[in-house]
């Protein structure tokens, strides 16, 4: 009989990594531990060049807005998750096959393919204590763990392997059998069997997946909350927007009907980072270490942060990849502790001339010490609207610094280090802007169609959106109809002076196809591009416009 090849192999890879994932999912919602198809594929994001992750995000963004799924950041990461599921699952069918292929002369496959097992467990715990904080204040169990999970991945390949070549006893009796019509011994039998025992094998690991991953899903996330909720003082009831008026409250113009919030509610506030899964602090034990060129070592705790006198701003952060009119923007209530304040207690020498902040991720940007002296905006946030920032939002602690993007603004940061010069940051050794300075941007939230204002002689659409120029302000806000003139828009007073403007244009009703197009001109004067640019290196730049059919009787 043929002695099973890659493709047997490359089956047994997938019959058996499939369920040592659900395994590993359901290990790392009950426990804690690392979930390693997650880790790998972070790592991978670390490792690869830029240009090539870059692209891959590049292409999952373009392809979820033009397929229209929902949310960016939401959607992405869901995308990225199942991406690097499925990566976890290749990677076990050509080990799989490799190790088939590889032992085809052997009678038992079982000790090489421990030692596979025994290598992959290593590299997969290097991989996750790469990026893994978790894992690195925890390497001997989390070892023991991704070794132990990989060398049983090993043993049940080895052993499928085996049951497909050494003969079960129906296939010794068919062995035994007189000779077929052509003289030869029968092996129908054998393949019978064979068949037989790989889809009982593949029901049974079937049943492991489907059990493992569901109960893994239905776990609460309760260790994880309780973490980022321990050592958060003096939480009040909800956040901070529920129990105090907006600033510009009862100002006008009101937000044209259909117009985003102008206060994003936290748990809507875009994210994007290099994680699948956002790194998991214990509050009762994360400390700020500061060194460098300090005259001592520092350790501060949230308390110690806390205990400063509080900064309160309302901020508009965009994502440089952000689309023109995309979603990965967003607006809340920052408190924490400017740096301007906190800098003469951190004892840094006269030779510090930047700081570079680091997450436990091991994300990392330059901030130029000048600049934290000529804006005290500058600050080191751990609430958001009132409650300790979110843990998928940067908990227990993440920079603010004004009129750069979201791509220089480490979160989940546990070191500050005091530097003679600048470097390049994580994304900027990624091929990305080295200021990233935010670009004017105007944006069409809604044409109210179905909202119209009847007058005496004339009927009104209410036109709005948002426009935002970063730490610059919007100075106005214009609308050109089709080829007609451009004409000023109202614009609402910004909750602060690092926020989107909200405007609104009351446009008088015309029947036909239309086409609208917005743009604006910034705090400085300086009026937003026009040219369109994609996102890369810069941030995008362009004037968006909306088509509108009016049909006369919508008219009242």
């Given at each position: ?7 047997y192999?490359a089956f ?6 499939a369920?040592?994932a659900?395994l590993?999912?359901?290990?790392q ?15 991978l994001?670390?490792t690869?060049?830029?240009p090539v992750?870059?692209?891959g ?7 979820i ?14 995308a990225?998750?199942a991406?690097?599921v499925g990566l976890f699952?290749?990677?076990?069918v050509i080990?799989?096959?490799?190790l ?5 002369g052997?009678r038992?496959?079982?000790?090489a393919?421990?030692v ?5 467990g ?5 991989a996750?204590f790469?990026?893994d904080?978790?894992t690195?204040d925890?390497p001997?169990?989390?070892l023991s763990w991704?070794v132990?999970a ?6 049940a390949?080895?052993?499928i392997?085996?049951r497909?070549?050494?003969?079960s ?8 059998a ?12 054998r393949?019978?069997?064979r068949?037989?025992?790989?889809v009982?094998v ?7 997946t ?8 239905l776990?609460?996330?309760d260790?994880?909350?309780a ?10 009831d ?11 409250a ?9 117009t ?9 506030h ?10 998991t602090?214990?509050?009762g ?6 060194g460098?060129?300090v005259d ?5 705790t ?13 901020v508009?952060?965009?994502?440089i ?7 990965l923007?967003s607006t809340?209530?920052?408190t924490g502790v400017?740096l ?7 004892g840094?020498?006269d030779e ?9 991720d ?6 130029a010490?000048?600049?934290?002296l000529?804006d005290e905006?500058v600050?080191?946030?751990?609430d ?5 920032l979110?843990?998928p939002?940067g ?6 610094v004004?009129?750069?993007y ?13 530097i ?5 940051g994580?994304?900027?050794q ?9 670009r004017?941007?105007?944006?069409i939230?809604?044409?109210?169609t179905?909202?119209?204002?009847d ?5 009104l ?6 426009a935002?120029a970063?730490?610059r302000?919007i100075d106005r806000v214009e ?9 000023e828009a ?6 602060s002076?690092?926020t989107w403007a909200?405007w609104?244009?009351d446009?008088?009703?015309?029947p ?16 937003q ?13 362009g004037l ?9 009787e919508?008219a009242?």
């Amino acid at each position: 009989m043929k002695r099973p090849g890659f493709l047997y192999g490359a089956f047994a890879g997938l019959l058996v990594t499939a369920p040592m994932a659900a395994l590993a999912f359901l290990a790392q919602r009950a426990f804690g531990a690392p979930f390693l198809p997650f880790d790998l594929f972070d790592w991978l994001a670390r490792t690869l060049p830029g240009p090539v992750v870059t692209f891959g995000i590049d292409a999952t963004v373009d392809t979820i807005r033009a397929l229209n799924l929902g949310d960016v950041s939401e959607v992405a990461k869901t995308a990225e998750q199942a991406l690097a599921v499925g990566l976890f699952l290749l990677a076990g069918v050509i080990v799989g096959a490799a190790l088939f292929a590889g032992t085809r002369g052997r009678r038992s496959a079982v000790p090489a393919a421990l030692v596979v097992g025994a290598l992959l467990g290593v590299l997969a715990f290097l991989a996750s204590f790469a990026v893994d904080a978790a894992t690195r204040d925890r390497p001997v169990p989390y070892l023991s763990w991704a070794v132990g999970a990989h060398l049983l991945w090993g043993l049940a390949v080895g052993w499928i392997r085996d049951r497909l070549v050494v003969p079960s006893r129906a296939e010794q009796r068919s062995a035994e059998a007189p000779p077929n019509a052509a003289g030869r011994p029968d092996a129908t039998a054998r393949r019978v069997d064979r068949r037989r025992f790989l889809v009982r094998v593949g029901g049974a690991t079937a049943l492991i997946t489907v059990v493992g991953a569901g109960v893994g899903a239905l776990l609460r996330s309760d260790v994880r909350s309780a973490r980022t909720e321990a050592g958060a003082s003096g939480v009040p009831d909800g956040p901070w927007s529920s129990r105090n008026p907006l600033p510009n409250a009862g100002a006008t113009p009101e937000p044209a009907p259909g117009t985003r919030p102008e206060l994003t509610p936290v748990d809507e506030h875009y994210r994007i980072d290099i994680n699948l899964r956002p790194p998991t602090v214990d509050a009762g034990t994360w400390q700020l270490n500061v060194g460098g060129l300090v005259d001592r070592t520092r350790q501060l705790t949230l308390d110690d942060l806390r205990a400063y006198p509080a900064l309160d701003q309302f901020v508009t952060l965009s994502c440089i990849s952000n689309r023109l009119g995309g979603d990965l923007i967003s607006t809340t209530r920052w408190t924490g502790v400017s740096l301007q304040r906190l800098l003469p207690d951190l004892g840094l020498s006269d030779e510090a001339t930047h700081l570079r902040i680091a997450s436990v991720d091991g994300f990392f940007e330059i901030v130029a010490i000048e600049t934290i002296l000529a804006d005290e905006r500058v600050m080191l946030a751990y609430d958001w609207d009132g409650l300790p920032l979110p843990e998928p939002n940067g908990f227990p602690l993440r920079v603010y610094v004004p009129d750069v993007y979201g791509m220089k603004q480490p979160k989940w940061i546990d070191s500050i280090e005091a530097i003679d010069g600048w470097e390049e940051g994580y994304w900027v050794q990624r091929g990305w802007d080295a200021e990233a300075r935010m670009r004017a941007t105007s944006v069409i939230d809604t044409v109210a169609t179905d909202m119209m204002i009847d007058e005496t002689e004339r009927t009104l659409i209410p036109v709005g959106g948002i426009a935002h120029a970063g730490a610059r302000g919007i100075d106005r806000v214009e609308l050109r109809v089709d080829d007609g003139e451009w004409r000023e828009a109202e614009l609402r007073p910004a909750l602060s002076g690092t926020t989107w403007a909200i405007w609104r244009y009351d446009w008088p009703f015309e029947p036909g196809e239309h086409t609208l197009t917005v743009r604006c001109v910034d705090g400085s004067g300086e009026p937003q591009i026009a040219e369109r640019n994609p996102v890369r290196p810069s941030g995008a730049t362009g004037l968006l416009s909306e088509e509108v059919m009016l049909a006369a009787e919508e008219a009242g």
